[in-house]
């Protein structure tokens, strides 16, 4: 949360994939001027929703919110990570079952909750979506990542990342990035030096779990040389 403080960014994304975060999270977050995007714990799966699984859902989300809404730095809650745009394109063949339980978990279970447990925030049923826009197509639409509405996630670091021309200019990208490697003090925490010369040892690949991910940072590497010769350093010296 410092480094983000440093770095002047004024909203982090609590990812549906990862954990809720520490009370202490949220109190650096109030400290700090740091705007919280919270995603509810739902990533990327089809889920259930048997009265068993929703019950267990709605122990949850009446936990966490009860937990964490009196937090200023809490300005929207999302029901889960590309779970809408799943149902739009990824998981085949699409039966209607898909979509009805969805809507029982997403706005039947948690948007239902969030209508009584916290009226002040905005609550998007997805990331990404369209926004309001969504509620038109009964909250599964079939491009839910229309830049005209709502957010998106911005994935093309297989561009030229130095031309700004490539960039999208959605409403709003609440999550983007590119591909690379942990710190050095990671890496060496299990690896020896001679596994991290370039080309990495096949015990460091095995790591890599995003297919083409290693030759996707070999062409980042190999744009931002590029670059680098045609950025005119400027030079200074006391006899300047």
């Known amino acids: 949360m410092g480094s983000a403080k440093r770095a002047n960014m004024n909203m982090m994304r609590v990812w549906g994939g990862g954990v809720y975060e520490s009370d202490l999270f949220y109190e650096l977050a109030d400290e700090y ?18 009265k068993e699984f929703l019950d267990s859902v ?13 937090h200023p730095s809490i300005a929207l809650w999302a029901g889960n990570n590309e779970n809408e745009q799943g149902l739009a ?23 239902k909750i969030l209508s009584t ?6 609550y998007a049923p997805s990331s990404p979506s369209n926004g309001l826009q969504d509620i038109k197509d009964n909250y599964t639409s079939s491009n839910p990542e229309d830049s005209r509405y709502g957010d998106i ?4 670091d297989g561009s030229r990342l130095w031309d700004w021309t490539t960039f999208w200019s959605p409403k709003f990208a609440s999550e983007y ?9 990671t890496l060496h925490s299990a690896f020896d030096d001679k596994d991290l010369v370039y080309p990495l040892a096949p015990n460091v690949q095995h790591h890599q779990h995003h297919p083409g991910g290693d030759q996707t940072i070999d062409k980042q590497i190999e744009q931002a040389n590029m670059k680098s010769c045609q950025i005119i350093i400027p030079y200074s010296s006391a006899n300047s």
Not at 58 to 70: C, G, P
Not at 117 to 122: G, I, V
Not at 153 to 156: D, G, I, L, T
């Open 89 to 111: 394109g990824w998981w085949k063949p699409h039966l209607p079952q898909y979509d009805a339980d969805y809507r029982a978990l997403y706005i039947g279970t948690i948007g």
């Open 33 to 50: 001027g740091i705007m919280i995007w919270q995603d509810f714990m739902f990533a990327c799966s089809l889920y259930p929703a048997t």
């Open 177 to 185: 990035g590119f591909q690379s490697y942990p710190s050095l003090e």
């Open 58 to 70: 709605s122990d949850e989300v009446i936990t966490q919110v009860r937990r964490i809404q009196h």
């Open 153 to 156: 996630h911005y994935y093309n």
């Open 117 to 122: 447990e916290d009226t002040t925030r905005p």
